[in-house]
Nanobody, 117 residues
Framework: QVQLVESGGGRVRPGESLTLTCATSGFVFNFAAMSWYRQAPGKERELVAHISSTGGGIKYADSVTGRFTISRDNAKSTAYLQMNSLKPEDTAVYYC??????????WGQGTQVTVSS
């Protein structure tokens, strides 16, 4: 079955870094665009970063541009989100999303990121 498993979340201080990993299985990874979303308490889920199936198209939310980097390794069926210069407002549950060409959207279970001094 389809699985998206996020890891790498945790608690860090402002200015520190984290790398989130989304390991996938059960579908052809090369046929899916990958995205990272986040949802803070009391707020709607928002798109953080998106990368096309080939890796050639990337976009970021304005709030993370210049600090976050999305990438993918098609050989490992894995997507990543490198997060630098973290701020308290980045605190949220981060979700991995796959937009498959023919099978629709898949979601991971989420990983908590907490930025606090």
């Amino acid at each position: 079955q389809v699985q998206l498993v996020e890891s790498g979340g945790g608690r860090v201080r402002p200015g520190e870094s984290l790398t989130l990993t989304c390991a996938t299985s059960g579908f052809v990874f090369n046929f899916a665009a990958m995205s990272w979303y986040r949802q803070a308490p009391g707020k709607e889920r928002e798109l953080v970063a998106h990368i096309s199936s080939t890796g050639g198209g990337i976009k970021y939310a304005d709030s993370v541009t210049g600090r976050f980097t999305i990438s993918r390794d098609n050989a490992k069926s894995t997507a990543y989100l490198q997060m630098n210069s973290l701020k308290p407002e980045d605190t949220a549950v981060y979700y991995c999303n796959a937009q498959h060409l023919t099978r629709g959207d898949f979601w991971g279970q989420g990983t908590q990121v907490t930025v606090s001094s």
